[in-house]
């Protein structure tokens, strides 16, 4: 063992990187810019859950729950008809719903109550706060009730999904088309820029074959790979893990495609910006990192911080996280708005991407 | 007249930056020549040869290749550009690769003439990655002219080829010159320059002489090319 030689690989290694910027930018500014948009997004979604209150009590008890509630942090009330709750569930303005029946204070004298309390059900992390809220505030009613033996047994309904559903369910529906997503892009950046670093491209660029040939080429052959991919991970999620779908297969694996597909223009497109295969995959904590943070697929939009809502709803991930869960767990068909929005957008982007790779593509060859 | 010259170079400059690549270089290259582009690392030879196929644009002057002007993509198909790494997919086969060398052309057949002429169609199975340097820069050369080109860029195409071959493939150059193809060379092995019938030789972008080999030879009143050569670059360095 000679310290002089091992003391010569640590500084070739150290006066490569001093020529690599980027790679040094990665590795300082890439951290914070993770971690930065982790912090703000689990700490300035404080927007809590919004739930609309239905007070249809005769007696005094409903009102006092319903004050109760709206002093929860956890959890913030309007004041509804019972007639609009499910409408205002389906176009997600409100998380959840209850309502206190008209019998509801001659409950409490009976000794047990049950609201009812409407669900969403398609956003796992917005259920337990509800819950939890309706049952402090109840326990706190009860605390000053005299005789206090009251049971309470809230009436649970869900619009989507249901008790059964497990944080598999619904994080399934918006991964299938993650790792499709994820796997397709860093395939087609290595091999886009394996064509470069052997010269190959040279040699396509010195023959008749025109840009937006190489770039069509490569993205039917890696669609036809992609499609395979979205078969197995689609089969293997929905009759292996048994992934609630309440959806048209078909439609879920039409999604599926247009994202790989989408990806393979993307790795096209980043390719023209990378050198070599290192700097490729550095693209991955810096465009792929961010976008799955604000797709929505661990923290719901809608919950966001107001800026960072802004930047999600550019972000074409997002689009095609919310069109899967569209059709797996609400079981939305083309003929949803929402749905013609998503496919829409991450078609749109498709298009965007070609046009983009194809024009990159010679300025980046001489 | 424009018709009888393959390749027409007129005046052309190039910079990248601050480096001046070429610098007023006007040659003109015959149909069915075999003109060699001679001179050292860095001299230009390779940033000419790249305008000859439009990978690089001159910043002033005039490059025509078989009546057009460049960069023109429908020429291509009747170019052939051997690069000087040997540019293959290492994951497909011998064959494979030569087949899709055409058809990106749009040629019909001529790949078992082609791995015949650089004397691989016997190795026509194996996966490039497992091929030698002299062998991958022979398929190299077989994908470049798979598709028959009318004018063949080589640039320094048989490094690493054994003298045996070497003889070999330049009988076969000769062979297509006489049939009509126009083959430009950039080389530094002085027994390749030989077998030019005109010679070009680049030093610092500029064209410091031109003429047959002998021609050359007199000029510097030497009696190899080597020494020729030599001379001539010191004088004008």
Redesign the interface.
Known sequence: MSGKRVAAITKRLLQQFRRDRRTLALLFVAPIVILGLLGYLIRGSASAPAVGIVNEDQGPLGATVAAALARSSEISTTTIQASDGDSKLKDGSLAAYIVFPPDFSSQAQAGTIAPDVHLEGSQPGTIAPVLQALQEALLAVAAQAPGSSLHVLPHVTYLYGGPGFDTLDYFGAAFIGLVVFFLVFVVTIVSFLNERS???L?????????RGEIVLGYMLGFTVLAVIQSVEVLVFALAVLKVHNSGNVALIFGIEALMAVAAVNLGIFLSMFARTEFQAVQFIPLVIVPQFLLSGILFSVSTEPKPLQVLSNVLPLTYAVNGLRDVMVKGADLSSGSLQLDVGVVAGFIVVLVVAASTTLRRR?? | MSDSWAVDVQDVSKNFGDVNALDGVTLRVRQGEIYGLLGPNGSGKTTLIRMFVGLVEPNAGTVTVLGQRMPNVAMLSHVGYMTQAAALYPGLSVEENVQFFAAINGAEGGVRAALEFVKLYDRRDSVVSTLSGGMRQRLSLACALVHKPQVLLLDEPTVGVDPQLRVELWDGFKEMADAGTTIIVSSHVMDEAERCQRLGLILFGKLLTEGSPSEIRARAGRPTLEEAFLSLSQSRA
Do not use: V
Not at chain 1, 202 to 209: G, I
């Open positions: 052997q010269g190959t040279e040699r396509l660029m010195a023959s008749p074959l025109r060859i001489a």
